[in-house]
């Protein structure tokens, strides 16, 4: 009998973070506990977050999270929050430090609270201007080797998804039959003879997709998406 040498995979420390979390609820559960949402998006618009109006109503004695960095990593809004849940008389509780956020603090358990949200906000700076950096010298080296790649307005760009003209052109090149058509299109465009909706249908065999085309009717290209096709094609003079 031969045994294995392997060792388990270790979990990150957000995982692990996460999975305490998760423990945490589920023994929660059966003391009247109760899972209202798996996730709060921290991009949606503030007016349109729900559980934020739940909680500043009193609806909630607790709000319970993974970290203190999912309570926030600026330390000003941090403060701003705690301030506000002191007031509503709801207490905020991280998995991973359980009292920071208590509502009595000795002065030097509110000290550690706000040289917390302090680090936290520097470790977050640092790694944006990290970012910011990579990506200026990554888009220097696209464009000393003629790979940088252009957005539908003409400007260089490293992030986003690609066009349709990026996605057709990776695939193969236009061919003079399809560049003849094109100019077509954007001569009909500018003098105004051509509706973005025939534009819509006359880019589908050059642009769309297989399931695109071969829908019938209404255009699978969105007629703003059409126009936006052939100002990308003139600045970046394709055809």
């Known amino acids: 009998m031969r045994g294995s040498n392997k060792k388990a995979p270790q979990l990150k420390a957000s995982q692990a973070r996460q999975l305490a979390a998760a423990k945490t609820a589920a023994g929660l559960a059966g003391k009247g506990a109760k899972v209202v949402k798996e996730v709060a998006s921290g991009s949606r618009d503030v007016e349109k977050r729900q559980l934020l109006k ?50 009595d603090p000795s002065p030097a358990e509110a000290f550690i609270r706000r040289v917390l949200g302090a680090t936290q906000q520097f470790d977050r700076d640092v790694v944006v201007d990290r970012l910011a950096k990579g990506r200026e ?91 936006r096709i052939v100002n990308e094609l003139t600045l970046k003079k394709v055809v």
């Not at 709000?63 to 701003?80: G, K, L």
């Not at 301030?83 to 991973?96: C, L, M, P, R």
Request: a positive charge.
């Open 137 to 227: 010298l990554a888009l220097d080296h696209a464009k000393a080797t003629g790979k940088a790649r252009r957005s539908q307005k003409g400007s260089f760009k490293m992030c986003g998804r690609s066009s349709l003209v990026e996605e057709r052109l990776r695939k193969k090149p236009l061919t003079s039959s399809e560049k003849k058509e094109l100019r077509s299109l954007r001569k009909g465009v500018h003098e105004n003879r051509i509706s973005s909706r025939t534009l819509a249908l006359r880019l589908v065999p050059i642009f769309g997709s297989p399931k695109q085309k071969k829908q019938k009717g209404k255009p699978p290209i969105a007629h703003t998406t059409a126009l």
């Open 54 to 103: 739940a909680i500043q109503s009193g609806q909630f004695s607790h709000v319970y999270c993974e970290s203190p960095r999912a309570v926030a990593r600026n330390v000003m809004i941090q403060e701003m929050l705690y301030e506000t849940s002191k007031a509503i008389g709801t207490q905020i509780v991280a998995n991973d430090a359980p009292d920071l956020y208590k509502h």
